[in-house]
């Protein structure tokens, strides 16, 4: 199955929105990430079909 990519960007550089869609441009899923004020990503929801959440990631770091 073939599909294309919409990545969607903030002024630092990460990727905020990462929409997916099939060749006849019907939407198949999405990310949603945030990032905290050190430019870390802390959470990325995965929309799977495009309006339903399926799945919420949250990262923690330690330094040392």
Do not use: C
């Amino acid at each position: 199955k073939y599909f294309y990519t919409l990545n969607v960007y903030d002024a630092m550089g990460n990727r905020i929105e990462s929409h997916e869609y099939s060749l006849d441009d019907q939407p198949i899923q999405k990310f949603i990430s945030t990032y905290d004020d050190k430019n870390l990503m802390i959470e990325d929801v995965w929309y799977k079909p495009y309006d339903t959440k399926k799945q919420v990631s949250k990262y923690e770091y330690e330094f040392y």
